[in-house]
């Protein structure tokens, strides 16, 4: 971090320093060049990027609703229902009324969906051992934990 960051001790940021020098601003190139990996890595798969995301959920718990889901992949149902009619376009899910509350639909994958998983986690093990080449096991612990607090601050 730059010394004009160090400057300011009591709120521990200058607040004349540049955009450039931001925690914030490296996250985002961080988060972009991710993505960018993930576009790439998910591809040959046919997959958009956070449909990954959507079938892990199903891979442990098929059967959830659609606002569970949601919930849990951190998008807004709206989002979800446009990438759950894309998944079950391509054949990886299905939805189905729930039988004791009709205003629910609960989602299932199909075969399809089920064979990726192997392919998908390798793929997700490479992602994650790209972006964290050279850490070490105690530093991706911290850093899951920061992430995990700036996610939390940040919702």
């Known amino acids: 971090m730059p010394d004009s960051w160090l400057a300011n001790k009591e709120s521990g940021y200058n607040k004349v320093t540049p955009i450039e020098a931001s925690v914030s601003f490296r996250m985002a190139l961080a988060c972009r060049a991710h993505r960018n990996l993930a576009v790439a890595s998910l591809a040959p798969?046919?997959?958009y990027v956070g449909q990954?995301?959507?079938l892990a959920q199903l891979w442990s718990e098929e059967g959830v609703t659609q606002s569970c889901l949601a919930g849990r992949v951190g998008i807004d149902l709206s989002t979800m229902t446009k990438a759950l009619q894309r998944m079950e376009r391509y054949g990886l899910i299905e939805r189905r009324s729930d039988t004791e509350d009709i205003?629910?639909?609960r989602v299932f994958l199909t075969e399809q969906?089920?064979?990726?998983?192997?392919?998908?986690?390798?793929m997700w093990h490479e992602l994650e051992e790209r972006t964290l080449a050279g850490f070490t096991g105690d530093e991706r612990a911290f850093l899951a934990k920061l992430l995990q607090r700036v996610e939390q601050n940040l919702t």
């Open 45 to 47: 798969f046919g997959l």
């Open 52 to 54: 990954e995301l959507i």
């Open 103 to 105: 205003r629910a639909t």
């Open 113 to 122: 969906g089920r064979a990726l998983q192997p392919q998908i986690t390798a």
